[in-house]
């Protein structure tokens, strides 16, 4: 319940791109999916297919933040 489920983080000018998850189930978590670009890194074209976000999510289903590309 204090914590983050997933966390997608790109750094020192790297990437995450074209990753696909399947049958993700998130329950009970302060933050459900956190994507992050740091620095000039990019987060993109990743793809969540027939999961689900449920329960007690106390702050964030999903997260994308910068200050790179994050989608």
């Known amino acids: 319940m204090n914590g983050t489920s997933l ?8 990437g995450i ?3 696909s998850f399947k049958d993700l ?7 459900g999916i956190k ?5 000039t890194s ?5 793809a969540f297919h027939d999961g689900a976000i449920s329960g007690g999510i106390t702050d964030i289903a999903v997260q994308a933040q910068g200050p790179g590309a994050c989608n």
């Open 17 to 19: 791109a074209y990753a």
């Open 42 to 46: 990019f987060v993109n074209s990743n």
């Open 25 to 31: 189930r998130i329950r009970h978590a302060k933050v």
């Open 7 to 14: 966390s997608l983080e790109a750094e020192n000018q790297g």
């Open 35 to 39: 994507l992050e670009a740091k620095d």
